[in-house]
């Protein structure tokens, strides 16, 4: 049994579940639209394919600060180019998705399969790939998290099935977390998707660098 492991699932059950609470409308409409259910199948695509194919690749990444710190220095790069992408108003408004295509779709969740790599932002590279795509704010932020839902569905399931057994003396500490991360998800959510419509996602590239380059020098110094 590894607790570590078991706490990992129980920190993105959180995030999940503040996820689901957010976007419950949304999630309602895509339930409701074949279009848009099919928007999110084709946007898991790859995420899923990758994921798969090189999980070996990728679990050995996450074991180098290096990596970790080149990810947060090309996350921050990639964020601050949208600073330059004009904003575009909702094409049908109350029509979930309007203006993403299948193709729209597919490039979102290769960035998103991408994204698997240490210091690579999930959220930040697919509503950044998504605005370069021409995609309206709103849109771009509620597909990339609607679009996260199968992918933690995913860690989790496959998390699970590497945990032999639940440890009951545990279940406070596992609760405690549960509800944390839950707390700092809806938190993050709300405040992440006003700083998008505003048009503010670029500065979140600042950070991203200041990380990646504190992570470089750490990896260096060691």
């Known amino acids: ?89 909702i094409l049908l408004e109350g029509f979930l998705f309007s203006d993403i295509t299948f193709k729209k779709a597919f490039l979102i969740g290769l960035a998103q399969g991408i994204a698997l790599l240490p210091g690579i932002s999930r959220s930040g590279t697919t509503i950044a790939t998504a605005l370069f795509l021409r995609t309206g704010r709103r849109d771009a932020a509620t597909f990339s998290f609607l679009l996260s839902i199968p992918a933690i569905c995913g860690a989790i399931g496959l998390k699970l099935t590497q945990l032999p057994s639940w440890p009951a003396n545990e279940i406070p500490l596992f609760a405690t977390g549960f509800i944390l991360s839950c707390l700092c998800g809806l938190g993050a959510l709300a405040f992440l998707i006003k700083f998008i419509l505003r048009g503010n996602f670029y500065k979140f590239s600042y950070y991203c660098w200041l990380v990646g380059i504190a992570a470089l020098v750490i990896a260096y110094l060691l």
């Open 1 to 89: 049994m590894e607790p570590e492991l078991l706490f990992d699932v129980i920190l993105h059950s959180g995030t999940l579940l503040a996820t689901l609470i957010i976007f419950r409308k949304e999630i309602l409409k895509t339930l409701k639209s074949p279009r848009a259910c099919l928007l999110i199948i084709v946007g898991s695509l790859p995420a899923a394919i990758i994921g798969f194919t090189l999980l070996e690749v990728v679990e050995k990444s996450f074991n180098s600060m290096k990596v970790a710190g080149v990810g947060f220095l090309i996350t921050g790069t990639w964020l601050w180019f949208t600073r330059y992408v004009p904003p575009k108003s």
